[in-house]
Each structure stands twice: as C-alpha cells, then as structure tokens.
Nanobody, 127 residues
Framework: QVQLVESGGGLAQPGGSLRLSCTTSGFAVEMFPIAWFRQAPGQSREGVSCIGKDGGATVYGDSVKGRFTTSRDNAKKTIYLQMNSLRPEDTAVYYC????????????????????WGKGTPVTVSS
C-alpha cells in the first residue's frame, strides 16, 4: 500500500525556517520522483518542487525559487523540503505526492498527474 506522510509543519515567523519531511512506505521510493505541492485557503493547489529519483534533478515553483530546497534520503525513504526566508504568503497546507504510474507531471509540477498523496501538514507564517 503506497503511503506518504508529511510532518514538520507548524508556526513560523516571517523570515524564519521550517523543514518538512515526507516519509514513504509501500513502494520503492528510490525509483520515483517526488513532488511537493501546497494549497492555501480558497486557492488552487500550487506546485512547490519536484526531485528526481536519485536527487540529481530538481525543479521549483517560481514563488519559492531561491528560498526552498528539496532533498531526499532514499535509504530512509524520506524526502525533505527546507523552507527558508518564509513569508506570510507561504501559509498553506503542504503535501507530498508521487506520480506512480509514470509520466512527466512531477517535473512539470502538475498536481493533476499525481497518483498518491499524503494528507498534508499545515504551515503558518505569521508574526
């Protein structure tokens, strides 16, 4: 059973940092790119990042470039999202997802191509 579980969300001050984790089970995560998306209240789901299966390739949404970094530890079956220089507009529920049945949706940050999702972890950036 494919499972993804996000953790690490919480409250941060503007300019602060948080690190999110996506712990996976039930599939060979080392064979798949993994994406992060986020959704703020009343807004559509937005692509944050995607990391290739060996960590060699990454893509980022325009709104987070230069501030967020994704990485992975395949031995721990975990993908990370380091978020620095946080802004109030980063407030959202953050999800990790996998395009299990193939395609290029991860690298194009297309949420509608993702097949399995975690339940999300909320991030609030406020003073």
């Amino acid at each position: 059973q494919v499972q993804l579980v996000e953790s690490g969300g919480g409250l941060a001050q503007p300019g602060g940092s948080l690190r999110l984790s996506c712990t996976t089970s039930g599939f060979a995560v080392e064979m798949f790119p993994i994406a992060w998306f986020r959704q703020a209240p009343g807004q559509s789901r937005e692509g944050v990042s995607c990391i290739g299966k060996d960590g060699g390739a990454t893509v980022y949404g325009d709104s987070v470039k230069g501030r967020f970094t994704t990485s992975r530890d395949n031995a721990k079956k975990t993908i990370y999202l380091q978020m620095n220089s946080l802004r109030p507009e980063d407030t959202a529920v953050y999800y990790c997802a996998v395009e299990y049945y193939g395609g290029d949706g991860c690298m194009r940050l297309r949420h509608y191509n993702m097949d399995y999702w975690g339940k999300g972890t909320p991030v609030t950036v406020s003073s």
